[in-house]
C-alpha cells in the first residue's frame, strides 16, 4: 500500500453531509487523485471492507451507526475548455469539483446548458449518477460522455452519452450497474453563446416572454430555487436536508383518472401533473404529501419538512437519522394509504440494513 494514503479511523460522517446526521464511517480516505483513488480501492479490497463513494454528501442519509467499511471521499478536481467547430464547446470536468461553482464558471463563459442547474448542491461526479435535473433541464441533454473506473474489470472506461442510461432521476449508475463505476470525470457538451433554456413555469414567469441572458437565468433559478428552500449554501435549519427527499411518482394516466374522482370529492378540481407519454404522467410528490395531510413545516421531534416546500424532509437541529427515517416511513405510509401511490427516496440510505 502506497505510504501517501492518509486512512483516518472512526472518521464522523455527519458534518461530510448536508443532512447533518449519522455516525462515523469505520475508515474513511480523501483521494485527490486517480491513483489514490486506485489504491484506496485495492486497500479495501484487500481488507475486505465494503465501499461506499462520497462526493458532496448532498444526497444520502447515513444511519446512527455509521458506515461500517471505508468511505472514499473524490477530491479530484480540474476542469478544462475545448472548442470544437460548430459552435459548440467541450467542457471537462473532474469529479470532485464543486457543482454550482462549475455551473458559474460555464455561465460565465457564456456556454449555455447547464444554467437551469444552478444553486444546487453537491460534486460534478454525483450528476450523471442521478441524471440530475431542475427547471426543464437534464444534465443528460448535455452530457457527451462519463469516465469512471470500473470496479469490476478494474480499467477505466469511457462510457458515451447513450451508454448511460439516462431516465428522470435515473441511469445504469443508479440502477442495473449501483456501485460498480467510481465517476472520474464528465464531459458536457454546452452551446457557445447559446440561448437560456426557459420551459419551466417558474422561470416563463419571471420572464414573462422576453429572453434573458444566462446569468439573468442562473440568478433567477437561484432565487426560486431559495425561495423553495432548495438553494445550496442557504444556511439555516430548512437547509439541513437532501433536497427533495422523494422522487416525483409517474403514474398511469387511468391512475391519474382515479386521483382526479377522488380528489373531486374533497372539492379539489385540479390534480398537478407532467405528462411524460401517452400513458404515463409524473405527479408532484409534494403535492401528495400535503394532501396526505403534511403541511410545510410539519414537525415530529427534532425531524421535519421544510418550512417552505413539502418535499425537503429536514433535520431541525439534533435529529437523528432514526428520526428521519420514521418521518420517511410515515410519509410513505400515509400517501399509499390515501392514494394507492408509492413514494420512493431520492437519496442513498447509507449504512442501514
Ligand atoms: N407543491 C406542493 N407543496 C409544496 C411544494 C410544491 O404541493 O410545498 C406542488 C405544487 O403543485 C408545485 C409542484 O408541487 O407546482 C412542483 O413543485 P416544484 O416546482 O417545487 O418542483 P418539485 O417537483 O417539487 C422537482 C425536483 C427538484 C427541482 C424542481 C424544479 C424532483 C424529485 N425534484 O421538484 O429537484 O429543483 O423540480 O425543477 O424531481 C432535488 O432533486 O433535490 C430537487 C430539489
Known sequence: MDMDLHI???????????FKVGGAAKLFVRVESENELFQALEMASKSDHEVFILGGGSNILVSDEGFEGVVIHIDLKGATVAESNNGRVIVTAAAGEDWDEFVGFCVEQNLAGLECLSGIPGLVGGTPIQNVGAYGQEVSESIVSVKAFDRLSKTVKTLQNEDCGFEYRKSIFNTTEKDRYVVLEVQYSLAK???????????????????PSLIETRRAVCEIRESKGMLVRQGGLDAQSAGSFFKNPIVSREKLTDLELKMRQKDIVNVPHYSIDDNTVKIPAAWLIEQAGFQKGFTKGNAGLSTKHTLALTNRGNSTAEEILNLKNEIQQKVFGEFGIELNPEPNLIGFN
Open 8 to 18: 483516518e479511523e472512526n472518521f464522523p460522517l455527519a458534518e461530510m453531509t448536508t
Open 193 to 211: 453563446n447559446g440561448a437560456p433554456k426557459i420551459v419551466y413555469g417558474d422561470l416563463k414567469a419571471t420572464f414573462e416572454g422576453r429572453e
